[in-house]
């Protein structure tokens, strides 16, 4: 009876880490992407995965970066708008000396903490948690406080030297080991929201309307792999940076919607491990992929196909140290 017990409580001790370890039990090619995706059924168009998530650092780390990643993630040679930080204007500030470093944008303004947004035209029955909105009123209204920010924050998803598409597979413990290692550090929820929609609050980084600028909205037919019959695996539709030319934001920063979903810190949880996390801006799922939205329910460690990175730092001469 002793011996039964013990292997019992061994069997289920094992169950539970092979499932907190963020993979899946079912099988070990595939980490399911959502409780859908996992059934036999494919996810209706215009939900999406409401499990992803992410970690931070509490130690504020200043901002610098390795060689190495400048030359997979640097500046565009064909970028002319050159700006320090101390002093730059409101709006599209890429910085190449004296400031960010040079695959990074420096953003600035007033941030608004809340943001009311109007959908006039719904692409999906607007009683589904992650329809998507065709176009809203051309301007919204902040019902919170606005607050000053200035930080920069990575132009492009970042791309592992040699590589030629973003790295892929990642969790928030991830993207805070490899934003720690170029260092930076992961993004606030705030500052990610901020780079996405500027001061406009846009609820879309290109505007109002929602348009094939992104890579987003690939139909249900080639989200999963056709070969894979006993489980619905996701296709990898990565695309490389600058491939989406129009895919940017009013502070001039790429794929923040679509391509792959990004990590960052939701400071009121910034103690509550683990779930300390949010994913944010979509990927290839016709779903939200809009610059306010959120994925919170998956734990620090959770990671796949579709889960990327891209990394923040404080501004030179910023007060503020790094919160992310």
């Known amino acids: ?167 892929n597979h990642a969790s928030f413990v991830i993207a805070q080991d490899t934003c720690k290692s170029l260092g930076k550090r992961v993004c606030t929820e705030d500052e990610w929201n901020f780079a996405c929609e500027g001061e406009e609050m846009r609820p879309y980084p290109y505007g109002w309307k929602r348009e094939a600028k992104c890579n987003q909205d690939r139909p249900k037919e080639e989200l999963y792999d056709p070969n894979n019959r006993q489980y619905q695996v996701l296709m990898d539709h990565r695309m490389a940076n600058g491939a989406n030319a129009e895919c940017q934001s009013p502070f001039g920063v790429y794929d923040m919607v679509g391509n792959l979903d990004e990590p960052v810190l939701r400071e009121s949880q910034r103690y509550n491990y683990p779930y300390r996390n949010g994913l944010k801006g979509g990927w290839w799922m016709p779903a939200r992929n809009r610059c306010r939205p959120a994925t919170t329910k998956h734990d620090d460690h959770y990671h796949d196909i579709q889960v990327g990175v891209r990394c923040c730092g404080d501004a030179p001469g910023a007060t503020a140290g790094a919160r992310g």
Request: charged content about 20%; overall charge negative.
């Open 1 to 167: 009876m002793t011996r039964r017990l013990l292997t019992g409580f061994l069997l289920v001790a094992a169950g539970f880490l092979t499932k907190g370890a963020g993979s899946s039990a079912q099988h070990p090619m595939w980490a399911p992407v959502s409780d859908a995706f996992a059934t036999s059924q494919a996810a209706p168009l215009g939900t999406a995965d409401p499990y992803q998530g992410a970690v931070e650092d509490r130690h504020s780390v200043r901002n610098s970066v390795t060689l190495d990643a400048i030359a997979v993630n640097r500046v565009p040679t064909s970028d002319t708008n050159v700006a320090p930080v101390p002093g730059a204007p409101t709006g599209a500030v890429p910085t190449t000396s004296g400031a960010c470093p040079p695959e990074m944008v420096a953003v600035h303004g007033d941030y608004c903490t809340e943001v009311r947004h109007t959908c006039v035209k719904w692409l999906d029955d607007p009683a589904l948690p992650y329809a998507r909105c065709g176009e809203y009123e051309p301007q919204a209204t902040c019902v919170g406080e606005r607050v000053k920010m200035s930080f920069c924050i990575d132009r492009h998803e970042y791309t592992k030297p040699g590589e030629k598409l973003p790295m």
